[in-house]
């Protein structure tokens, strides 16, 4: 008897443990460790999907005890390799989650088993002693037709009608059913063919050339001796409807034969093949200390930084050709999944077939086919957003993360996981070279390389003998002062008007990251923040109120400023649809696309509003960040930062780090090789380190003036967070919850190890039905503070309700 280790795919703390099973004789051979299998789980015994973990000889549980496989999924073909079950391990341990959650991340989205419970009404029992609550059960049940679900009859009587249910169950007047529902998204081809054993054929094909109400039976007939077999796209494509076919069918005269077929994402067609570049000395250089990289047995991970407009992308090709000939596979993480067409085109010029990409805008079924092509070695290199990090590669060779300081790669929802961090932990697992690329690395991994933790590689220079934008700070308050309340500063109308005479195009950015809602002074460019902590207040619309969501401090909304008394002081935003509008008013010749969340909803949108703006049918792209990187326009010679300060003040210490993030990034897609580019930053702080820097394309001025403040707080690199959204339905239990968790916090932390912020109101402090209240704690060593945080929270979740929820994050990148 063998015994399967199985995790069963459920959320619940309690049953995030492995359970052991029989493995019955007819699934010994098919029982493989990451395979998937129905099980039968708790007191009903209810059929639930699981994955199993391991296999061994013997179990600690007594063999009788013991429940059986019911069911092995996916023809018995593992969905999880070994490393991927170890860092779906190392996830749960690191980010605050169960193995399940960790599992269903990593897994094809869509393909999870899922049940519901049928509840049967038996019509001809005997109901004349039912009364009260059993009669609610019955009446509903009529007027569901005799049946319903389970939880639909709970939903429409209350969580009191379970008592009733479980007797009338007693009484056996109704049932319950479990109802498996899978989603398989299977693409068939039928082909067809004479069945040369049927003794109808000969007459049937006579009988057509007489009767000519048999001519679409005569047509398909004819088109099967030509060619022998044939597909239904075929017989439709030759004028032949379903009937004749149908009939043949019946007859037994033909065969079908169905084959599975993985669904294809692109033509290569529509691509023109070509060939490596000649390397510059620079690049050269990169490219040889990568190779040195991938014959080492364990080399370091590779921080590529160069500049924009460098050639990154070029020795990403040119190193994943290193590892193609090795007979490996490759990842490329994008960050956007507007940049997948652009670099899914180098990629697919280059190698061919050997390409394929996923996204979240492909169908279930499409991703789903691009999961089975690179489990099944049809593909080679894999291009997407940082799901595709979890391709089940057989050979991996290399994972590259491009644009890597970009914070799409923090996911946001459970698990909470860094894909970065994650791809750090498979490269090592399966011996894979971890190359990220930036021209505006994050200070983390930029820090990590100049301590040597990883292979700095650096460009300097752009290719094709281009050079850097020139960059212009624009004092929007002195355009206020000076009468100008337009979004547009005069001199960046002067330029766009300019551009559109010579037929250049002209790109837009407003930064309008997250949704924080801050106050600043338009006349002096004053921005209200916390005297206690350095970060920019919150504005609270229905307090009519200033809080930071830090230490929890709350003061009244300013009716003036506080340093120059000017009137002009209130919370801040703009959109990319008003600067759209104001772009029409003040240029109604120019052709305009606006490219944001609303705009690029559809399958294809990204794609076609770059492609069209790439083709020169429109002169200015107004958009949000998902235009400020990675884009190569070669006609975009003016770039407009609208509002640049904006990110400064989402109350988030990582504020400074993506304002000069997002203008450098958006500032480079300006000029190229013959055409130096301008770029007009317009900002309310013209003196503001980060812009300053940005202005001059200094990243290393940057870094060494943001890392001293950040050594000076304690933030990270020198240090970690840790958030604590404390949530529930009901106002006074969330709040007594979180005011027990926060002594709780204080009573262990009796040495003064870690500082506790909170708890506060969480800045959406109610969300979805649901009030939120929140913790933040710091500490200088981030394994220690989650440990910390991981202890204090389970004694906290040990006296509260069922209604009250606990979620932890490490170093959020914000505190909602």
Known sequence: MRYARVIVGMNHPQTDRVFDYKVPDAFQEVAKVGVRVIVPFGRRNTKTEGYILSLAEESEIASEKLKELLEILDDGIPIFTPQMLHLAQWMKEHYFCTLNQCLQAIMPTGIKTKSIWQVLLDETADVSDCKGGELAVLEALKEMGGSGALSELEKLL??????????????????????????????????????????????????????????????????????????????????????????????GILLERRVQKKRAVFSLEDYEKTTPFYPTAEQRAAIEEIEHQINLEKGKPILLHGVTGSGKTEIYMQSIAKILDMGKQAVVLVPEISLTPQMMERFISRFGQAVSITHSRLSAGERLDQWKKARDGEISVMIGPRSALFMPFSDLGMIIIDEVHDNSYISDITPKYDAREAAKILAEDTGAVLLMGSATPDLVSYHKARKGEYLLLELKERTGGGTLPRMHIVDMCKELEEGNRSSFSRILQQEIAINLEKGQQTMLFLNRRGFATFVSCRSCG????????????????????????YCGKTVESPRNCPVCGSKYIRYFGTGTQKIEEEVRRLFPRANVLRMDLDTTMGKN???????????????????TQMIAKGHDFPNVTLVGIMAADTSLNTGSFYASENTFQLITQAGGRAGRADDRGRVYIQTYQPKHYCITHAAEQDYKGFYEEEVLLREMMGYPPFG?????????????????????????????????????????????????????????????????????????????????????????????????
């Open 158 to 251: 209350g969580s009191g009608s379970n008592h009733a249910i479980q007797q009338l169950q007693k009484k056996n007047i109704i049932f319950l059913k479990q109802k498996m529902i899978r989603s398989e998204y299977k693409m068939e081809q039928c082909y067809y063919s004479f069945n040369d054993q049927s003794s109808l054929l000969e007459d049937t094909m006579k009988k057509a050339e007489t009767d000519k109400r048999l001519l679409g039976q005569k047509k398909l007939l004819y088109l099967l001796k030509e060619k022998g077999e044939v597909t239904l796209e075929e017989i439709k494509n030759s004028g032949i409807s379903e009937s004749p076919l149908k009939t043949l069918l019946k007859k």
């Open 526 to 549: 004053h921005v209200m923040r916390c005297p206690e902590c350095g970060i920019s207040y919150t504005y609270h619309a229905k307090e009519d109120a200033l809080m930071c969501h």
């Open 605 to 623: 949108s990204h794609n076609q509003i770059l492609e069209a703006f790439r083709k020169g049918q429109a002169d200015i792209l107004v958009g």
């Open 720 to 816: 970690a967070f840790c958030s604590v959204v404390i949530s529930g339905e009901d106002e006074i239990e969330t709040v007594k919850a979180a005011n027990a968790l926060g002594e709780i916090l204080q009573v262990e932390n009796r040495e003064k190890g870690f500082f506790i912020m909170g708890p506060v109101p969480a800045m959406l402090f109610k969300f979805r039905g649901e009030y939120r209240q929140r913790i933040l704690i710091q500490g200088p060593e981030e394994d220690a503070l989650v440990g910390f945080v991981g202890r204090c929270v389970e004694k906290g979740q040990q006296n509260v309700g069922k209604g009250i929820h606990f979620q932890l994050t490490r170093n959020p990148l914000n505190i909602v």
